[in-house]
Nanobody, 117 residues
């Protein structure tokens, strides 16, 4: 079955960096655009970055553009999110998933990112 396992979160000071990883199984990873989502307390889950199947194209939410970089390694079935210049408003649980099948795809446990001094 489909499994998504996120890791790499933690507590970081404003201005700091983190690199998140998400390893997928149960589907043909290289056939899907992958996305990173986040959900902050009291807010809806939002898509913050996506990357096409062969990494030819990436897209970012305005709130993270220029600070976050999404990448993938199809040989490892893994998608990454490099987060720099972190702000307190980036605090959230971060998840990966497939935007094209989001209504039917299960979610992983996510990884908590807390930006605080």
């Amino acid at each position: 079955q489909v499994q998504l396992v996120e890791s790499g979160g933690g507590l970081v000071q404003p201005g700091g960096s983190l690199r998140l990883s998400c390893t997928a199984s149960g589907f043909t990873f290289s056939s899907y655009t992958m996305g990173w989502y986040r959900q902050a307390p009291g807010k809806e889950r939002e898509l913050v970055a996506s990357i096409t199947r062969n990494a030819y194209s990436t897209d970012y939410a305005d709130s993270v553009k220029g600070r976050f970089t999404i990448s993938r390694d199809n040989a490892k079935n893994t998608v990454y999110l490099q987060m720099n210049s972190l702000k307190p408003e980036d605090t959230a649980i971060y998840y990966c998933n497939r935007p094209s099948v989001i209504k039917d795809s299960p979610w992983g446990q996510g990884t908590q990112v807390t930006v605080s001094s």
